[in-house]
């Protein structure tokens, strides 16, 4: 798969030139990153005992709560509601009418697309062939092999014995669609970090964000859920990020609780993002916090592009993954009407620019859905 995506031209050459650039930076100045490949290990039989040692713990992804309603439909197969019959497009103007004018995203971008930034997608289940994707990827990373391609769309092999297939296959694909939703013009950074059944270790998280620091990538995106988050090194790395001034965009995580259990959520250098549907009501699988001020997105029946198994797969998944994504777009679109903030004010930035929403009892929650209009006018 080596340069099957970077030979792909689009409109936007000069951000390959860019990155480019940067691959040269990194060429000549990662020995850190050459060498520091770590073993992998057979999964655990009992995950769910994560320790402090990142060396075998593997860490799950974020994934829909029932990945079987997965419905990864080909772009040709029939049988598909009308109104959201994918109209394979570079901009992605196909979602305007979905969550696409749930959050403004047309209006904003009349105001802004994120044109000349760089989004890190931390994630797994890169299928850079995808057309949703053509022109809008840089040069990324692979934690996991250790080289400067994280395609990954699966090997059709259920690596992990859990009974389904590539359970992981398409994440990062979507993840990185639901950027280019709320900022059309930005360049995808994909980091590969977990495996296509959606396993991963800390140490790779770890080289993932190394990567997106030596990049100076203009915002982070991790909808990975991480039982050591608050590990000392990955904490610090977050700081550094956030100090030198890109938003880190994380997922609450999908286990419907309080997201005073989802350590990452908790940190200070993260803006957590929860998921609503389409009357702006708390998912119900989506976790959420009553005082942390976190930030909610739609998440629920998403269309996007997975590519999985085939390059040009769409269908719809839901998730606070998703969500995630769409607020790191917003975080983008952020950063270019103030380029002056800082990236806790981005953060705060967005927690404001909100429209109300409401848990499954008709309460507010603590902030609301992300408006991108808002994002861009306030
Ligand atoms: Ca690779
Ligand atoms: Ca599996
Ligand atoms: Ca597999």
């Known amino acids: 798969m080596d340069g099957t995506y970077a030979t792909r031209s689009g409109p936007r050459s000069g951000r390959r030139i860019v990155c480019a650039c940067a691959l040269a930076i990194l060429l000549g100045s990662s020995p850190a990153l050459a060498g520091k490949r770590d073993k992998r290990f057979a999964p655990s039989p009992d995950r769910t005992t994560a320790t402090q040692d990142d060396q075998g713990v593997y860490i799950p992804l974020t994934l829909p709560v029932a990945p079987e309603s997965v419905t990864a439909t080909a772009s ?35 105001f802004a697309t994120g044109a000349g930034l760089v989004v890190a997608v931390l994630d797994g289940g890169f299928n850079l062939n995808h057309p949703a994707l053509a022109g809008s990827l840089g040069i990324g ?30 994440h990062g694909t979507f993840v990185a669609g639901m950027v280019l939703l709320s900022a059309p013009d930005v360049t995808i950074v994909p980091i590969r970090i977990r495996d296509d059944e959606g396993w991963g270790t800390n140490a790779q998280t770890l080289r993932g964000l190394e990567f997106a620091q030596r990049i100076g990538a203009d915002v982070i995106n991790l909808s990975i859920t991480n039982s050591d988050w608050k590990q000392r090194e990955v904490m610090h790395l977050l700081g550094q990020l956030v100090e030198a001034g890109a938003p880190v965009i994380v997922s609450a995580g999908n286990s419907a609780t309080s997201i005073y259990e989802k350590e990452m959520a908790l940190s200070e250098f993260t803006l957590a993002v929860g998921a609503v549907d389409s009357r702006d009501v708390l998912a119900d699988f989506s976790n959420y916090a009553w005082i942390t001020p976190m930030v909610y997105a739609p998440g629920v029946d998403l269309w996007g592009p997975i590519g999985n198994p085939r390059d040009d797969t769409w269908g719809t998944w839901s998730g606070t993954s998703f969500a995630a994504g769409i607020v790191s777009g917003a975080a983008a679109l952020a950063r270019s009407v103030h380029p002056e903030y800082s990236a806790l004010q981005i953060h705060d930035h967005l927690r404001r620019s909100v429209d109300l929403a409401f848990n499954a009892w008709g309460w507010p929650l603590g902030s609301g859905r992300i408006n991108l209009l808002k994002v861009v006018t306030q």
């Open 141 to 170: 990373y692979d934690a996991l092999d250790d080289d400067f391609d994280a395609h990954d769309p699966g090997n059709g092999i259920d690596d992990d014995l859990d009974g389904i297939v590539d359970r992981g296959g398409g």
């Open 76 to 110: 040709d197969v029939g049988g598909i509601d009308p109104t959201m019959v994918p109209i394979i497009d570079e901009d992605l103007k196909f979602m305007v009418h979905g969550p696409g004018a749930q959050i403004r995203a047309d209006d904003a971008h009349a």
